[in-house]
Structures are given as structure tokens and as C-alpha cells.
């Protein structure tokens, strides 16, 4: 088999000295467990047809044989080694051996490097990408030519039996010649999963069939390991620290004393426990106590009381200051308003986002902790205070300044006994209206921050995203003098909060300690939690039927859907991964017919590639100003590694029928060759998006076109036998609307 080591049940062996000694002699790039699929269980439909999907659901997946595989990358080109992943005893059967398949370039390009870790080319992974390999395979089979028409035909998420990967869905049509005298050419159509990280995943095999399909599944495995999560993940400031009104995130607050236990289906006993998992399933969070709703907005008198107190905006002095507000809706109908005001500052070494001044319990009276606690951390007043960072992005590339694991601990300076906590309501009144803050007994004094880890989550409407995991710590004692004597100090303060942080999107999941807690690891319950339900794009997206003008698509929308008032379709003749689509279902609203989570594109041309994509929206009123605002989900919510540059929409693929659409690409590279009966004609794969296959002509004098007929009409594979009478041959690409090229002949 061309692609899998694994083909059925049975293993390709390259046995004794002839195997290449230099697996054995060196480490591999890579090396990762698979799994076998046993194909006599039910095979997912997700596995047996992938094209036309955003979401793949193969967790139900068995496996039949553990094998260990080895990836090396070697100037003579690429290897793959599998071997049983089960030590055979020494007075044991003895089984399938180490199986070798190495890939090299005729050429000495990097073409075998493109197959076997494809993961390390960007631009092969954009949605729509294409390319053509030609190669020389050595296996158990002997050595023969490899041809490989590849294209990146979907991205999205492949729930494995291991877990949730973000992946593309690369196709390809493999052509291979097992050589002079050994029979017609062996075509195979495979579709195979890539992470950015970790490569291939998983793939599925089988013969092709006349059109594009493929006829059965003869091979299929997946990666049996649990793989590590986001840890290459970064975070860009512009990803972050996003303008106002640029999103809008609801979330459920299960309420004070909520055990963590309850919160994954692991039952993680403590915080620390959370912590250390690779990945984290809130997705039964589904309730709370109260609703979360979050936006963010200027700095303005009608969103908040405080506007112009000390850490907002006084007098208009710091427009470039944000306000992210959260209204809590408790199941009584009560609301609560909590506020943070941030400002960017871009410094020689870092850009820092410091958190100015905000509110808790806006506008209610009561305690410290109950009532309204406004805090600043400016000197708009003209009292100088100890600045507090909120996020720092200490790294730098050509894509900007961001953040990720291993980055120092980003903290304050310790307070000294600073007035920066009042006790008012909305700037009026109170008993004891300033209160100060330091360190006291193990208390230090100071806020600060630290990027834990990458991972994935999942979350209550059934959404994973890659994230990392954030901690920031309050540890400070607060007095009711300014002297700070002991005498007067009212409370302690060591508050961990847990941020689950996704590129652009924001926070996805928050996890809050009690007011005073010995640690941040030992902890067994939270006093707050915010586990985003939405706004998100739908959780998939599919194909579900096409006519020569017409596109149909279907939606998951997630599982939880009460703030999702509509939704837009985009489409367009490329992907969205190059550039905006070119329509859209608000400008071109006469094209698209909704019915619930379907819709159908009209007024398509025959024959033509679409690729598009579905996102939510929701319309959310500001309790404090009483606006009405239509936010939009993301429309590129992917983020493979974490990396701007493979920021990517979850969108489908899909073609009209009909249509004239005709190859624009010569075919090159022919060859004759005598075969058993016969002779094999082979060409080099064409790329064209029109493409169904190949059409090969013959001719007793090619004096003129008029004197060729056609000897067989191919499906996309590059070789054919036949015993034509004929001395003369030509092979053009086959479209919809007729052949494409003929070089010479014009045609």
C-alpha cells in the first residue's frame, strides 16, 4: 500500500539486513503509537466520507493492532518505520517485523518531506491548497514510482478516541507504478487528518473508484496516544486586548462554594488536580446559578457610575482606556454589575496591559465584598500608586508582541500602604470611604500574573478551542487608616482566579477562589465560575446537497442556543483563508433561503468549487445605557498552534453539478511502456480545479487532430493499459464542459 503501513490486517515487512540500518541508528523526528481500525466494527460515516464537513466525530473508533511508528528526515528523504507496539515474547509465534516505507525526490526537492511531515508546510495546509508529488517508493513491494495529487479540502475538529484535535482534511490521489512487468498501476484515494503538532492523526484508505470516490476502505488507523495539548500556543496582544464592542460572551455562574469535583467528568478533587490535566471538559456545565453576559465597551457616564472617578476616564484624560463589563443575571432577575478598566502601553521590552481602576457590586451597598468595592490603580487623582499589570506580552516576532508558556510572572510592585480600594457607591458616601492596602504577615502586597500552560477545552455548547490556562493572584491586607497600623486593618486578600484564554475570542472559562485562601492548589472549591456557552460559530458545518446553481448546508449550532437570534452565511470562489468571501447572506440576501439551522446558496454557476462558512448572532441590550447591539460570532475561530498566520474559518467545501468547466492545464510527462498484454501510458498529474479525470487519445499519424479518437476516458489516476492499435498517443485533463489543452494541437 502506497501510503498506510497498516493495510487491513497485516503489516508490510522489510525483513533482516535489507532493511535500512540508519532507523536503527539514529532518533526519530518523530514517533508516535497508532492504532489499527478494525474494520470489521462499524465505521463511522465521519471516517468513510470526511469531505464536506467541519466536525468529525470518530471517537467511537476501535482499534484491531497497537503499532509504533517511527518518522525520519534524512537528506535522502523521508522514512517511515512501523513496528508491533507489543514485544513478542522470546519463545512466542513470531509476528509481523519492523515495516519500512521510504519516500524520496527524484528531483532531490523536499517532495518526500511534503508527504511524510505535512505538517511543517503552511501554505499546503490553507483550505483549497494544492499540490503534486512525484516520488520513489521503497518498501516490502520493491521500489516504483509515486504520484500524488494532494489538496487541503477541510479544517475543523476530529474528535479522536484520545481527544479533541483541530486539523485540516487533506485528500489525496495516490498513482503508484510497482514497475516494469508487475502489473497495471495501483490507485488509491486517501484522506488523511493533520494536526499542526502533531501531523498525521489519523487517515483512511482505499481503492478509487471511476469518479472521486473511493470504492472501499482497505486501511485505516489513528493516533492511539493521548497527544499533548496547546504547548506551543501564543496568544498576540492584538488577540487579546481587542477594541469595544468587538464581541459578546455569555457564560453560566454555578455560585459560591461550587466543588470542583463537579465540574469535569474526572472528578479532579482539587484545584491543583485541575491544573495538571492536558486537557479540561467543562462541557456539562450547562446551568448556574446566574447568567454572565460580557462585552466591552468605552469608558462613558451611561455605562458606568464611576466614569469619572479615579481609574476610569476623569475628565476625558485617557481615551484609550477600555471597560470590560460583566452583568450577572441571577435566576431572581437581580443584576449585578462588576467593571475593569485596562490601557495598552507598547514598552522597549514588552507591551504591558495595565489594569487601571474598576468595580465590583456596582452600585449596591453593603460590606466589603458584598456592597460596591471600587478600586484604582492610577494617579489620576494626584496620589501616587503602585501600578498593576493585568497582562504581559514579553515576546516579539514579525507578527507582534504575545505570550506564552514558560514567559516570568508578571507582578506589581508590593503596595505600601497605599489608598487605592474605596468603599462607595458609585463615588457617594460610605462609613469608612478609603481604605488602604500592603503587605502583611505572608501576604505580599501585590497582584500578579502567570501563563500556567496550554491544553484544550471543552465547553458547555459542546465548543473546543485550543487555550491557555492563566493565573492571577491578589494577595494583599487592606486597613481603614492611612497609617496601616494593625489596629485597623479590616480584611485579607489572596485571590487566585483561573483564566482559560483563547486567541481573540477571550476568556472562555473563569474559575475564582474564595476572598482569602491558603493557596491557589489545595483549594476543593470556587467561589465563582464563568463557563462561556456562546457567542460561537456553529459547532459544525456540512454539505448536504448540490444542483448546478444551487448549494444546500446544514449546521450544528451548539448545545446550548437561547442567546443565538439568527445566523450569516458566508461563500465565495476561494477560500477565506486568502481574503473576505465575496458574498454574503446581508449583502446578497436574495441568494440564500434559511429554514433553522439549514440554508440554501442560489444563483451559483455550474460546476464551480465553493467554499463556505456559517456564524451566529445575537442581540444584547446594555443594562446600563439600554442599547440594543447585534454582536457577531468570530468568523475565523480556528487557531491551529495558536499561530496568526494559520488562522483559518471553519468553512466546507462544495461543487455545483453541470456546468462547462473546462481544464486550463496542459498534461505533461508522457510515458509508454510495454506491459504483460499490453502497454501502460502514464502522465504526470494535472492541477485544476476543473479536473475529473483524463482522457487518452491515439492516432496512426499525428499529421492532425482530426486523426485522433478516443481510446478511454480516465477517472483521476495517471496511468492506463490498454492494446491499442494506434502509434501515436496524446492525454488531455477531462472537465465537465470537454478536454482541456492539447499543446501543439491547440485543442
Same mark, same amino acid.
Given at each position: 500500500?502506497?501510503?498506510?503501513?497498516?493495510?487491513?490486517?497485516?503489516?508490510?515487512?522489510?525483513?533482516?539486513?535489507?532493511?535500512?540500518?540508519?532507523?536503527?541508528?539514529?532518533?526519530?523526528?518523530?514517533?508516535?503509537?497508532?492504532?489499527?481500525?478494525?474494520?470489521?466494527?462499524?465505521?463511522?460515516?465521519?471516517?468513510?466520507?470526511?469531505? *464536506?464537513?467541519?466536525?468529525?466525530?470518530? &471517537?467511537?473508533?476501535?482499534?484491531?493492532?497497537?503499532?509504533?511508528?517511527?518518522?525520519?528526515?534524512?537528506?535522502?528523504?523521508?522514512?517511515?518505520?512501523?513496528?508491533?507496539?507489543?514485544?513478542?515474547?522470546?519463545?512466542?509465534?513470531?509476528?509481523?517485523?519492523?515495516?519500512?516505507?521510504?519516500?524520496?525526490?527524484?528531483?532531490?526537492?523536499?517532495?518526500?518531506?511534503?508527504?511524510?511531515?505535512?505538517?511543517?508546510?503552511?501554505?499546503?495546509?490553507?483550505?483549497?491548497?494544492?499540490?503534486?508529488?512525484?516520488?520513489?517508493?521503497?518498501?516490502?513491494?520493491?521500489?516504483?514510482?509515486?504520484?500524488?495529487?494532494?489538496?487541503?479540502?477541510?479544517?475543523?475538529?476530529?474528535?479522536?478516541?484520545?481527544?479533541?484535535?483541530?486539523?485540516?482534511?487533506?485528500?489525496?490521489?495516490?498513482?503508484?507504478?510497482?514497475?516494469?512487468?508487475?502489473?497495471?498501476?495501483?490507485?488509491?484515494?486517501? #484522506?488523511?487528518?493533520?494536526?499542526?503538532?502533531?501531523?498525521?492523526?489519523?487517515?483512511?484508505?482505499?481503492?478509487?473508484?471511476?469518479?472521486?470516490?473511493?470504492?472501499?476502505?482497505?486501511?485505516?488507523?489513528?493516533?492511539?496516544?493521548?497527544?499533548? !495539548?496547546?504547548?506551543?500556543?501564543?496568544?498576540?496582544?492584538?488577540?487579546?486586548?481587542?477594541?469595544?464592542?468587538?464581541?459578546?460572551?455569555?457564560?453560566?455562574?454555578?455560585?459560591?462554594?461550587?466543588? &470542583?469535583?463537579?465540574?469535569?467528568?474526572?472528578?479532579?478533587?482539587?484545584?491543583?488536580?485541575?491544573?495538571?490535566?492536558?486537557?479540561?471538559?467543562?462541557?456539562?456545565?450547562?446551568?448556574?446559578?446566574?447568567?454572565?453576559?460580557?462585552?466591552?465597551?468605552?469608558?462613558?457616564?451611561?455605562?458606568?457610575?464611576?466614569?469619572?472617578?479615579?481609574?476610569?476616564?476623569?475628565?476625558?484624560? #485617557?481615551?484609550?482606556?477600555?471597560?470590560?463589563?460583566?452583568?450577572?443575571?441571577?435566576?431572581?432577575?437581580?443584576?449585578?454589575?462588576?467593571?475593569?478598566?485596562?490601557?495598552?502601553?507598547?514598552?522597549?521590552?514588552?507591551?504591558?496591559?495595565?489594569?487601571?481602576?474598576?468595580?465590583?457590586?456596582?452600585?449596591?451597598?453593603?460590606?466589603?465584598?458584598?456592597?460596591?468595592?471600587?478600586?484604582?490603580?492610577?494617579?489620576?487623582?494626584?496620589?501616587?500608586?503602585?501600578?498593576?499589570?493585568?497582562?504581559?506580552?514579553?515576546?516579539?516576532?514579525?507578527?507582534?508582541?504575545?505570550?506564552?508558556?514558560?514567559?516570568?510572572?508578571?507582578?506589581?510592585?508590593?503596595?505600601?500602604?497605599?489608598?487605592?480600594?474605596?468603599?462607595?457607591?458609585?463615588?457617594?458616601?460610605?462609613?469608612?470611604?478609603?481604605?488602604?492596602?500592603?503587605?502583611?504577615?505572608? #501576604?505580599?502586597?501585590?497582584?500578579?500574573?502567570?501563563?500556567?500552560? !496550554?491544553?484544550?477545552?471543552?465547553?458547555?455548547?459542546?465548543?473546543?478551542?485550543?487555550?491557555?490556562?492563566?493565573?492571577?493572584?491578589?494577595?494583599?491586607?487592606?486597613?481603614?487608616?492611612?497609617?496601616?497600623?494593625?489596629?485597623?486593618?479590616?480584611?485579607?486578600?489572596?485571590?487566585?482566579?483561573?483564566?482559560?484564554?483563547?486567541? /481573540?475570542?477571550?476568556?472562555?472559562?473563569?474559575?475564582?477562589?474564595?476572598?482569602?485562601?491558603?493557596?491557589?492548589?489545595?483549594?476543593?472549591?470556587?467561589?465563582?465560575?464563568?463557563?462561556?456557552?456562546?457567542?460561537?460559530?456553529?459547532?459544525?458545518?456540512?454539505?448536504? *446537497?448540490?444542483?448546478?446553481?444551487? /448549494?444546500?448546508?446544514?449546521?450544528?449550532?451548539?448545545?446550548?442556543?437561547?442567546?443565538?437570534?439568527?445566523?450569516?452565511?458566508?461563500?465565495?470562489?476561494?477560500?477565506?483563508?486568502?481574503?473576505?468571501?465575496?458574498?454574503?447572506?446581508?449583502?446578497?440576501?436574495?441568494?440564500?433561503?434559511?429554514?433553522?439551522?439549514?440554508?440554501?446558496?442560489?444563483?451559483?454557476?455550474?460546476?464551480?468549487?465553493?467554499?463556505?462558512?456559517?456564524?451566529?448572532?445575537?442581540?444584547?441590550?446594555?443594562?446600563?445605557?439600554?442599547?440594543?447591539?447585534?454582536?457577531?460570532?468570530?468568523?475565523?475561530?480556528?487557531?491551529?498552534?495558536?499561530?496568526?498566520?494559520?488562522?483559518?474559518?471553519?468553512?466546507?467545501?462544495?461543487?455545483?453539478?453541470?456546468?462547462?468547466?473546462?481544464?486550463?492545464?496542459?498534461?505533461?510527462?508522457?510515458?509508454?511502456?510495454?506491459?504483460?498484454?499490453?502497454?501502460?501510458?502514464?502522465?504526470?498529474?494535472?492541477?485544476?480545479?476543473?479536473?475529473?479525470?483524463?482522457?487518452?487519445?491515439?492516432?496512426?499519424?499525428?499529421?492532425?487532430?482530426?486523426?485522433?479518437?478516443?481510446?478511454?476516458?480516465?477517472?483521476?489516476?495517471?496511468?492506463?493499459?490498454?492494446?491499442?492499435?494506434?502509434?501515436?498517443?496524446?492525454?488531455?485533463?477531462?472537465?465537465?464542459?470537454?478536454?482541456?489543452?492539447?499543446?501543439?494541437?491547440?485543442?
Amino acid at each position: 500500500m502506497a501510503v498506510l503501513a497498516i493495510v487491513g490486517a497485516s503489516i508490510l515487512i522489510l525483513h533482516g539486513p535489507d532493511a535500512r540500518a540508519t532507523a536503527a541508528d539514529r532518533q526519530p523526528a518523530r514517533q508516535v503509537r497508532l492504532e489499527t481500525v478494525d474494520l470489521s466494527a462499524p465505521i463511522p460515516e465521519d471516517l468513510r466520507s470526511p469531505e *464536506g464537513k467541519t466536525r468529525w466525530d470518530l &471517537i467511537a473508533l476501535r482499534g484491531k493492532e497497537s503499532v509504533v511508528r517511527d518518522l525520519y528526515d534524512g537528506l535522502d528523504g523521508a522514512l517511515i518505520a512501523d513496528q508491533p507496539a507489543a514485544p513478542v515474547p522470546a519463545d512466542g509465534p513470531r509476528g509481523p517485523g519492523r515495516a519500512h516505507h521510504l519516500y524520496t525526490d527524484p528531483t532531490g526537492g523536499d517532495a518526500a518531506r511534503r508527504w511524510v511531515f505535512p505538517e511543517r508546510f503552511s501554505e499546503l495546509l490553507r483550505p483549497g491548497a494544492r499540490a503534486a508529488l512525484d516520488l520513489v517508493l521503497e518498501d516490502a513491494e520493491g521500489a516504483g514510482r509515486l504520484h500524488i495529487e494532494m489538496e487541503t479540502v477541510g479544517i475543523g475538529w476530529a474528535l479522536l478516541p484520545s481527544g479533541p484535535r483541530e486539523v485540516i482534511l487533506q485528500r489525496a490521489l495516490l498513482s503508484r507504478d510497482a514497475g516494469h512487468d508487475r502489473g497495471s498501476a495501483q490507485e488509491e484515494l486517501v #484522506h488523511r487528518f493533520v494536526d499542526r503538532r502533531a501531523g498525521v492523526v489519523a487517515e483512511v484508505a482505499g481503492p478509487i473508484s471511476s469518479g472521486r470516490g473511493r470504492l472501499a476502505i482497505t486501511g485505516a488507523s489513528f493516533v492511539d496516544q493521548v497527544l499533548a !495539548g496547546a504547548a506551543t500556543l501564543k496568544i498576540y496582544v492584538d488577540q487579546l486586548d481587542t477594541p469595544v464592542f468587538s464581541g459578546v460572551s455569555y457564560g453560566w455562574d454555578k455560585g459560591p462554594n461550587t466543588s &470542583i469535583a463537579s465540574l469535569t467528568p474526572q472528578g479532579y478533587a482539587t484545584m491543583g488536580d485541575l491544573i495538571a490535566a492536558d486537557t479540561w471538559d467543562f462541557s456539562g456545565d450547562t446551568s448556574g446559578g446566574a447568567e454572565d453576559a460580557s462585552t466591552g465597551v468605552s469608558v462613558t457616564a451611561a455605562e458606568t457610575c464611576n466614569a469619572n472617578r479615579c481609574g476610569y476616564n476623569p475628565n476625558g484624560a #485617557h481615551p484609550g482606556r477600555i471597560m470590560s463589563r460583566e452583568d450577572i443575571t441571577n435566576t431572581s432577575g437581580a443584576l449585578n454589575k462588576t467593571n475593569a478598566v485596562t490601557e495598552r502601553e507598547t514598552r522597549a521590552a514588552d507591551v504591558t496591559v495595565w489594569l487601571r481602576g474598576g468595580a465590583q457590586n456596582e452600585g449596591a451597598s453593603g460590606g466589603f465584598g458584598t456592597g460596591e468595592s471600587r478600586f484604582c490603580y492610577a494617579n489620576d487623582d494626584g496620589v501616587n500608586r503602585t501600578p498593576v499589570p493585568i497582562w504581559r506580552f514579553p515576546n516579539q516576532d514579525a507578527l507582534g508582541w504575545y505570550m506564552q508558556p514558560g514567559d516570568p510572572v508578571w507582578t506589581s510592585g508590593a503596595f505600601s500602604c497605599e489608598q487605592n480600594i474605596f468603599n462607595t457607591v458609585c463615588g457617594a458616601g460610605g462609613i469608612i470611604p478609603q481604605i488602604w492596602s500592603k503587605a502583611c504577615g505572608t #501576604h505580599t502586597g501585590t497582584q500578579s500574573g502567570q501563563v500556567l500552560k !496550554g491544553g484544550v477545552v471543552t465547553l458547555p455548547s459542546g465548543h473546543t478551542f485550543n487555550a491557555l490556562l492563566v493565573k492571577t493572584v491578589a494577595d494583599f491586607c487592606v486597613y481603614a487608616a492611612s497609617g496601616c497600623s494593625s489596629l485597623f486593618k479590616v480584611d485579607e486578600v489572596r485571590t487566585f482566579v483561573y483564566l482559560w484564554q483563547v486567541p /481573540v475570542i477571550g476568556t472562555v472559562a473563569r474559575l475564582t477562589s474564595g476572598q482569602n485562601v491558603a493557596d491557589g492548589t489545595s483549594l476543593t472549591t470556587v467561589a465563582g465560575t464563568d463557563f462561556i456557552f456562546g457567542l460561537f460559530p456553529p459547532l459544525g458545518i456540512t454539505v448536504t *446537497g448540490a444542483t448546478d446553481t444551487t /448549494v444546500s448546508l446544514s449546521w450544528d449550532p451548539g448545545r446550548d442556543t437561547h442567546r443565538i437570534s439568527g445566523y450569516k452565511v458566508y461563500w465565495g470562489t476561494a477560500s477565506g483563508s486568502g481574503g473576505p468571501y465575496a458574498f454574503d447572506s446581508a449583502r446578497n440576501p436574495g441568494q440564500v433561503a434559511f429554514a433553522g439551522t439549514t440554508a440554501t446558496l442560489s444563483g451559483l454557476s455550474p460546476g464551480t468549487t465553493y467554499y463556505a462558512t456559517v456564524t451566529s448572532l445575537s442581540v444584547y441590550t446594555d443594562p446600563s445605557t439600554h442599547v440594543a447591539t447585534t454582536y457577531e460570532s468570530l468568523l475565523y475561530p480556528t487557531q491551529v498552534s495558536g499561530d496568526p498566520a494559520f488562522v483559518y474559518p471553519v468553512e466546507v467545501q462544495a461543487s455545483t453539478t453541470g456546468g462547462t468547466c473546462i481544464p486550463a492545464t496542459e498534461v505533461t510527462g508522457l510515458t509508454v511502456g510495454q506491459v504483460s498484454g499490453g502497454i501502460q501510458i502514464c502522465w504526470n498529474p494535472v492541477s485544476d480545479p476543473c479536473l475529473l479525470g483524463y482522457e487518452v487519445l491515439g492516432a496512426a499519424s499525428p499529421s492532425a487532430a482530426a486523426n485522433f479518437s478516443v481510446l478511454a476516458d480516465t477517472g483521476p489516476e495517471t496511468c492506463w493499459i490498454g492494446d491499442p492499435a494506434s502509434g501515436y498517443f496524446l492525454v488531455a485533463a477531462r472537465g465537465t464542459g470537454g478536454t482541456g489543452p492539447w499543446g501543439a494541437y491547440g485543442r
